[in-house]
């Protein structure tokens, strides 16, 4: 049975136990705390009483013993870029930002591998390993860092020839609720031995340790690299060519949809002038040769499907702002009103269901009070329907949530999952019964019983009800 977290008089103590340890590195400004209550998301700020930042494992191996001394909560915090309120201290305690510990540790080419602490962000390794020739490939847009990618088990654009941070990381470094120290795996490309403890901590969120270092896979920078743009006239033909694309094993480095509405905020915000339809993005790479086969072959299989305008960029500039301008999806939509906050969802279904699944979903939308739209890795099933809504009404926070809900009971109908990327945080913790069964969320609870008795870790988290 988990125990409760400490009352203010404990904190108060423990936090001068912190400035103790680390000086001026714990602080209770409340401009640091509101940094810290939040994500990028609808959910509401829920302040931290201190916030701590370590430089080694030895010192976040030490805050954890005394949080967990005092009964006090401990939240691991990146980049600050959740969507599912990871980062929220719903029971106050401490933040644990990881961002100083910003170390690249090895970087093993020949084995196409790198060691780095947890606040070492993706785009800092990749600069890095510029000259070698090697590249990390996870890409969820987000400059995130590589322990909160792991702690959420982060994918992204790239996911549909990559994998996700399940697939990409050989080992972790993490720090127990009572301060133990554990190393999950040895760099060995392969292991039959004992229990898969990396798979474990990878996407359980902080609430079963903290991670601060992260061993992943690197990949060759492919020879040549082109991108595709191509427009259909109903959502259900472009869905149909990224299904045909998965099925006939084209290797497609990126392949994403956007609808109508997510093309206008394109536009406006990126200077663009795509023309507003359902669109698919395409991304390919290897050798010339293997490319431009790629390329003709999910050419053929779009205007099959009634595609038009297909359009074809090679130069590095002509890439960038292509995908410059996906990435930036987020920042677009919010855009097109001005003081009001994203709820992004997150639904990830079987391939062959994907079409029926985003159709039904912008058809419930369709007499919403807000904007919407709809966006998606639609070569590996996941997608995201984007509400632009005022957090601080109520009504349309009503809205947003019955059209959420209704989103996630279609997708878990269709034998997929509350959250293919962005993880569950406490807003979706609620679904994980309804995904899993009973049954496999008591030996959930078991686990975290186990590995986290006091419940300091991130409570409130993952776990319905705790």
Known sequence: MLQPIA?????????????????????????????????????????????????????????????????????????????EGHVSALSGGVSLDLRRMDTILAVHAEDLDATVQAGVTRKALNAHLRDTGLFFAIDPGADATLGGMAATRASGTAAVRYGTMR??????????????????????????????????????????????????????????????????????????????????????????????????????????????????????SGSPSAMTEQSEAARDLALGNGGEGWSFATSPEDRSRLWHARHEFHYAIQARRPGATVWATDACVPVSRMAECIEASLADAAGASFPHAAVGHVGDGNFHMSYLIRADDPAELAEAQALNARLIERTLAFGGTCTGEHGVGYGKSKYLVAEHGTEAVDVMRAIKAVLDPNGVLNPGKVLPGL
């Open 167 to 284: 697939e990409n990381v050989v080992a972790l470094t993490v720090v127990l609720a009572d301060g133990r120290v554990v190393k999950t795996a040895s760099r060995a490309r392969k292991s039959s031995a004992g229990y898969d403890l990396t798979r474990l901590f990878v996407g359980s969120e902080g609430t079963l340790g903290i991670i601060t270092e992260v061993t992943v896979r690197l990949h060759g920078q492919p020879e040549a690299v082109s991108a595709a743009i191509c427009t259909f006239p109903a959502i259900s033909d472009a869905i149909q060519t990224a299904i045909e694309v998965v099925q006939s094993g084209i290797p497609v480095g990126r392949m994403e949809f956007l609808d109508p509405n997510a093309i206008a905020a394109v536009n406006a915000h990126s200077g663009l002038d795509l023309a507003v339809r359902p669109t698919l993005f395409f991304e390919f």
């Open 7 to 83: 009352n203010p008089p404990r904190t108060a103590e423990l936090v001068a136990r912190l400035r103790d340890l680390l000086g001026d590195r714990c602080s209770t400004s409340v401009s640091e705390r509101e940094h810290h209550g939040r994500g990028e998301s609808y959910h509401p700020v829920a302040l931290p009483d201190a916030v701590v930042y370590p430089l080694s494992t030895a010192e976040v191996s030490a805050i954890a013993a005394l949080c967990n001394e005092h009964r006090v909560a401990l939240i691991a915090f990146g980049a600050g870029t959740s969507l």
